[in-house]
């Protein structure tokens, strides 16, 4: 065990140490997995994000067809707050620190380690994806494009996103909406501006109130989640109009979350209909449909057996939204998923190291049946 120990430390601090937050390119942190894996066939799939920054999504295999699918992501969300080194990948008292340490580069070592640990004649395959954090771009790359992956004939996806190493069935995927008002630029003690502010508010006003109700009407719940009521997350953006300058441009996006059984249109009709009342223009993104499997269903079953607890869902979202067009998902990763997004994150090494063996037996079982 202590060998395994060093093992996964040893890589998830490499991982660490390698600034990949979704804004700059993985490529490097994308080659450091690709060197973890000799041995394994690599499909290399290059993009280039809408802000022109090289991005890459890694799919690996070894072995014949029919096996398990291991999945993590390379990128991290920005270091906001941090006040240590975010990529000093410091270990404490068995603790592993720093930014990603525990959404996903330590969960990601686990599985790199459980992977090239199998028999040769075990199939294993490998998707590891970039900009899980933002777009889910790299596993919707991996989905439509990768014929390695294909041609692996996956029974199923064990995502290794932090779930306390219980397995997970089921999670909210989210609608982007971008609303944007126009003002005029001009010294503000001028009279001659026009804030955009104050045109936007009138939508948010009108938000609030659909926020609010999203809360409260049971209609708008889902009691196989926790908390029941859908995420109808605001942030507001003036692009970095000084104080003393009307704003010319102020944007407002919202992350609107549902599960499987909340119709998300009637939400989607409400926002529609107050940003053309309000004269703000709008724009809607949309990932994958929320990934769910029945209590019942094999793979499910599966990661119950080899994890020893109930299999429930999740009000956060995963890869699984795309990656699901190429086999069953299920979540079944090591750490706390209270510790990610924040300064200081960080993850028990020991818990990476008891993920490893779950990891092979998955890809042992699956490869049997």
Known sequence: MTELLDEVTALARELVSIDSRSFISNVAVAECVESALPGFEIERIDYTDPAGVAKRALVAHRGGTGGIGLSGHMDTVPDTGWTDDPWAARVADGVLHGLGA???????????????????????????????????????????????????ALRGIVLVEPSALMPVR???????????????????????????????????????????????????????????????????????????????????????????????????????SAAARTGVALHIKREGTPPELPVDNPLVRMAVSIAGHPARTVPYGTDASELQALAPCVILGPGDMHYAHQPDEH???????????????????????
Do not use: C
Request: proline content about 6%; cysteine-free; charged content about 20%.
């Open 170 to 272: 089921g999670h909210r995927v989210h609608i982007e909406f971008t609303a944007t008002a126009t003002g005029r630029q001009a010294h503000s003690s001028t009279g001659r501006g026009a804030n955009a502010n104050w045109a936007l508010i009138p939508f948010l006003a009108e938000m609030r109130s659909l926020y609010q109700r999203l809360r409260d009407d049971p209609a708008f719940h889902d009691a196989a989640y926790d908390p029941p009521f859908s995420d109808f997350n605001l942030t507001i953006d003036n692009h970095g109009t000084a104080l003393n300058v009307t704003v010319p441009k102020a944007t407002a996006r919202i992350k609107f979350r549902y599960s499987r059984g909340l119709d998300p249109e009637p939400v989607v009709a409400e926002v529609q």
């Open 347 to 369: 993850v028990v090494l020991g818990d990476l190291a008891a993920a490893v063996p779950l990891l092979r037996r998955f890809a042992t079982e699956a490869a049997a049946r």
């Open 102 to 152: 525990v959404d996903m580069k330590g969960p990601l070592a686990a599985a790199i380690v459980a992977a090239r640990g199998l028999p040769a004649s075990v199939p294993v395959t490998l998707l590891v994806t970039a900009d899980e954090e933002t777009t889910k771009e790299g596993a919707r790359r991996i989905a439509g494009q990768s014929q390695l992956a294909r041609q692996a």
